[in-house]
């Protein structure tokens, strides 16, 4: 998905405000937002909900819930795309083969 351009953002805090003002803020089980966090790259910035890890009734580790995605903004730009949940490293691999 790809919004309209706004400015593009200079900051890490640039390219959240523009996320908050174009995407449903991600909430937690129990209905609170989820914490957003921002990873800086050469070209972008890579937007993210933070979700606690999910533990079975003994405690034991899950894995997450398939699905979801992150959020891209140009720095050239400020361009919007989303990216699948994937593990940071290959989100931002795949933003930039996309762009290519």
């Given amino acids: ?8 953002p200079t900051t890490a805090e640039q390219a959240l405000d523009i996320v908050r003002s174009r995407y449903a803020q991600p909430r ?3 209905g609170t937002p989820a914490q957003l966090r921002v990873e800086e790259f050469d070209i972008g910035y890579l937007v993210y909900a933070e979700f606690p890890p999910v ?4 405690g034991r580790p899950q894995p997450a819930p398939p ?3 992150k959020i891209v903004v140009s720095k050239e730009t400020g ?5 699948p949940n994937f593990p940071n ?4 691999d795949l933003y930039r083969r996309q762009r290519q």
């Fill in 67 to 69: 699905g979801g995605s």
């Fill in 79 to 83: 361009e919007t795309v989303t990216v």
């Fill in 1 to 8: 998905m790809t919004s309209d351009s706004p400015a593009p």
């Fill in 55 to 58: 533990t079975d009734a003994a």
């Fill in 28 to 30: 937690l089980p129990d």
């Fill in 89 to 92: 490293p290959a989100a931002i």
